[in-house]
């Protein structure tokens, strides 16, 4: 059975510290469970039982994050549902993100252990790995499972957190124009983006929302926010219960540059 491409030991090594089983690996390496073993063995790497059996590893984590509303877990939550997968098989979420700052402080906030996917040549934006079956339970219960793109619903927000929960959401999916008067999220979810819509239009900001359509015959759903004085306007609802960090700055910066402080 000849390995996937790319699939060096060094690969297959990071992918095994980074908490995925035995049973995962076999797929994406392209490797029996034997073979896969063989390279530990080959490497003296220390095993652990419950991972090679086909279970994840456990690391640390906050069981019951999802359970209770903050501003922070609002945060969190809008950048799982646009940057994060549930694993269907395996009690496993995982969070993607170019600025590995955001991953940490995730990780951080969820009291969980930094693991991260290992990266290779088909594989480079850095995902965050949660291995937790209660968090994967709490996630559906706001309708947030595998394959969501084309499915997820807007979760029932508190009134009072909904703001953080779409900063999370343009931190996730949404691109702000670098001179301030363009902002969209792009979405696969009409359920989603025809809530996040509703949401913008009850904060009085001037939005819309486009349809086009995917190579793969799929709907692309666009909620936009235009105008020179529309992103200021969404910046100053958005920041409001902001940290100094739990955001990506060049997208608050873009949208706040006409905000007369």
């Known amino acids: 059975m000849p390995r996937?491409?790319?699939?060096?030991?060094?690969?297959?090594?990071?992918?095994?510290?980074?908490?995925?089983?035995f049973k995962e690996m076999g797929p994406?390496?392209?490797l029996s469970d034997r073979a896969i073993r063989g390279v530990m063995y080959k490497?003296?790497?220390?095993?652990?039982r419950e991972q090679y059996s086909g279970q994840p590893r456990k690391h640390k984590v906050n069981e019951g994050?999802?359970?209770?509303?903050?501003?922070?877990?609002?945060?969190v939550l809008g950048l799982f549902v646009t940057d994060g997968h549930v694993n269907k098989q395996f009690h496993s979420?995982?969070?993607?993100?170019?600025?590995?700052?955001?991953?940490?402080?995730i990780a951080k906030y969820m009291d969980a252990d930094y693991v991260l996917s290992a990266t290779g040549p088909t594989k480079t934006t850095p995902t965050l790995i949660i291995n937790s079956k209660e968090i994967k339970k709490d996630l559906e219960m706001l309708g947030i499972i595998s394959n969501k793109s084309l499915s997820v619903p807007f979760p029932?927000?508190?009134?009072?957190?909904l703001a953080s929960f779409v900063r999370g959401v343009i931190d996730g999916d949404g691109w702000v124009q670098k001179t301030g008067y363009v902002m969209n999220v792009t979405s696969g979810s009409q359920d989603f983006a025809a809530g996040l819509l509703t949401v913008f239009q009850s904060w009085q900001l001037r939005s819309e929302l486009t349809i086009t359509v995917s190579p793969a015959g799929?709907?692309?759903?666009?909620?936009?926010?235009?105008g020179k004085y529309e992103l200021p306007k969404l910046a100053e609802i958005l920041y409001t219960n902001a940290t100094t960090d739990n955001f990506i700055f060049y997208k608050r910066q873009r949208?706040?540059?006409?905000?007369?402080?």
């Open 93 to 105: 979420i995982y969070f993607s993100q170019k600025d590995e700052r955001i991953l940490k402080l």
């Open 255 to 261: 949208m706040s540059q006409r905000i007369d402080y």
């Open 43 to 48: 490497h003296e790497i220390l095993m652990n």
């Open 156 to 161: 029932n927000v508190p009134e009072e957190y």
């Open 28 to 30: 994406i390496v392209g």
């Open 65 to 75: 994050y999802f359970k209770v509303w903050t501003h922070e877990m609002a945060w």
């Open 4 to 21: 996937n491409p790319g699939m060096t030991d060094e690969v297959i090594i990071k992918l095994y510290k980074s908490g995925m089983s």
């Open 218 to 226: 799929n709907p692309i759903y666009r909620i936009w926010v235009k």
